[in-house]
Every structure is written in structure tokens, then in C-alpha cells.
């Protein structure tokens, strides 16, 4: 049996205010590569990696950040317990909306087998995207 839960999601567009530009009369229309498809990546569902603890397809883009945290919480019949917390990522958009850096913290690990404990901490993790 395992459970897991994703907890505490935040994402946040950071962007700085620049004046409306001035109107235009008739505006260009800008080509497409692929026209009338959308970015896949826009959403951000798309780039968030929970309940799951992989990673994602898409990056943050240009001017976003993403900070996802979990808790895993393994039992199993054997009566072994694992427990780890916090699970979190902090992923940055850079310059390029194909690039982002990924910054994993420690996380502190409980288990248990058979009445032992053994406690223990994973490694900090620094990581970059590109899609």
C-alpha cells in the first residue's frame, strides 16, 4: 500500500509593468509555425510534476517560478514504514521560456523495519530544463 500527497501548491508570475503600447491602425498579423495550435506548455497544469515526483515535460517560462512540495508516506504488509518529507522543488524560469533551473532541498527520511528506526537525509539537488 503506499500512499503519497502533494501538498501546497504556488505559482507566481513575476513580471514588471511596462507602459500600453500606443494604438495601432492595423495591426500585423504575426506568423505561426504551427497555426491554430496552441502552446502545449502554456498552462499550468502543464508544468506542474504532482501527485507524481518525476519530472515534467515543459519548463517554467520567462518571468514564473514554481515551488511544489510532497510528503511520502510507504507502508507496507511487512510492517516496514518510510516516511519522507519535505519533498519539494523549486523550478525558475530564465531569459529563455525553453530553459529553467531546478533547485531540490533536503529531505528528511524515516524508516522503519521490523521496530528498528533509521533516519537519515536525501541530498540537495540543483538541476536545469531544456524543452
Same mark, same amino acid.
Given at each position: 500500500?503506499?500512499?503519497?500527497?502533494?501538498?501546497?501548491?504556488?505559482?507566481?508570475?513575476?513580471?514588471?509593468?511596462?507602459?500600453?503600447?500606443?494604438?495601432?491602425?492595423?495591426?500585423?498579423?504575426?506568423?505561426?509555425?504551427?497555426?491554430?495550435?496552441?502552446?502545449?506548455?502554456?498552462?499550468?497544469?502543464?508544468?506542474?510534476?504532482?501527485?507524481?515526483?518525476?519530472?515534467?515535460?515543459?519548463?517554467?517560462?520567462?518571468? @514564473?517560478?514554481?515551488?511544489?512540495?510532497?510528503?511520502?508516506?510507504?507502508?507496507?504488509?511487512?510492517?516496514?514504514?518510510?516516511?519522507?518529507?519535505?519533498?519539494?522543488?523549486?523550478?525558475?524560469?530564465?531569459?529563455?521560456? @525553453?530553459?529553467?533551473?531546478?533547485?531540490?532541498?533536503?529531505?528528511?527520511? @524515516?524508516?522503519? !523495519? !521490523?521496530?528498528?528506526?533509521?533516519?537519515?537525509?536525501?541530498?540537495?539537488?540543483?538541476?536545469?530544463?531544456?524543452?
Amino acid at each position: 500500500m503506499t500512499l503519497a500527497i502533494a501538498t501546497s501548491l504556488l505559482a507566481v508570475t513575476v513580471a514588471a509593468a511596462s507602459p500600453s503600447p500606443a494604438a495601432s491602425v492595423s495591426p500585423t498579423p504575426i506568423a505561426s509555425a504551427t497555426p491554430g495550435v496552441a502552446d502545449p506548455c502554456s498552462s499550468l497544469i502543464s508544468i506542474v510534476n504532482r501527485p507524481s515526483f518525476g519530472t515534467g515535460v515543459c519548463t517554467v517560462r520567462t518571468g @514564473h517560478f514554481d515551488l511544489e512540495n510532497g510528503y511520502t508516506n510507504l507502508a507496507t504488509d511487512g510492517g516496514t514504514n518510510v516516511v519522507s518529507y519535505p519533498q519539494s522543488l523549486l523550478r525558475i524560469g530564465t531569459f529563455d521560456p @525553453h530553459l529553467d533551473f531546478e533547485v531540490g532541498p533536503v529531505t528528511e527520511n @524515516h524508516s522503519s !523495519a !521490523a521496530g528498528a528506526p533509521v533516519n537519515g537525509m536525501s541530498d540537495l539537488s540543483f538541476g536545469a530544463k531544456y524543452e
